[in-house]
């Protein structure tokens, strides 16, 4: 589903990416690792094409998504959920408005959006929080509304850039074992963490990265291992 061919990035005259190469198949669960500066982030960036590379190649479902048009980029980012450490929830809106904003910016009718959102509100236990704005949420229902936010396209991946990295360890484990509800679903999820308790929960593939490159890639062990 995924490839990544010999990917490369500089910023600046600094090497961010190395000659990165992998492939995640549909439906897989990744924990990418590493500390810091390792480059989780610019990977994550790449396949959404927030960023682009300075060589090789970037497939998803077989098509280099260099060769996007403008107008193709947003389908492209249909397919790709998103979530954060900071939440980027919109404090003036409640918990609805918030996941209604992601269908409202791609056009989609009211009647849609007053379908989908408390569907998606539900599979994330915030059904009784609709109402609620951000500052009226802990932590971890923050991060399960972004959640929320990052599924109401129906993403075939979502994309979790150091999601645990501001809630306690029970909010985190709350939240890995949401995301690992989704992957049930079928969905292909990549976690970006450097927490080796985190990683250790989920048990699956493991991409270990330091100074750009791909160090290490535990495809049945599951486990964090320095």
Do not use: C, W
């Amino acid at each position: 589903m995924i490839e990544l061919k010999d990917i490369s990035t500089i910023y600046d005259d600094f090497l961010a990416l190395d000659n990165v190469n992998l492939e995640i198949k549909d439906g897989e669960f990744v924990s990418l690792v590493g500390p810091s500066g390792a480059g989780k982030s610019t990977l994550l960036g790449l396949m959404t094409r927030e960023l682009t590379p300075s060589k090789g190649e970037i497939l998803i479902d077989g098509i280099n998504i260099a060769d996007l048009s403008h107008a193709e980029v947003p389908l492209l980012r249909r397919k790709i959920g998103t979530i954060f450490q900071d939440f980027k929830l919109l404090s003036r809106k409640n918990a609805f408005e918030n996941v209604a904003f992601a269908l409202e910016v791609s056009g989609a009718e009211p009647e849609e959006i007053n379908e989908d959102v408390p569907k998606v509100l539900n599979i994330v236990g915030l059904a009784d929080k609709a109402k609620n704005f951000p500052h009226q949420l802990s932590g971890g229902e923050k991060q399960r509304l972004a959640i929320a936010r990052a599924l109401i396209h129906r993403p075939r991946i979502l994309l979790a850039d150091e999601p645990t990295g501001n809630l306690d360890m029970l909010n985190g484990y709350d939240v890995v074992k949401l995301l690992m509800k989704i992957n049930e679903f079928g969905t292909t999820v990549i976690l970006a963490t450097h927490n080796r308790e985190i990683v250790n929960i989920v048990g699956r593939r493991v991409i270990s990265m330091e100074k750009g490159r791909v160090v290490r890639d535990q495809i049945e062990q599951g486990k964090y291992i320095i």
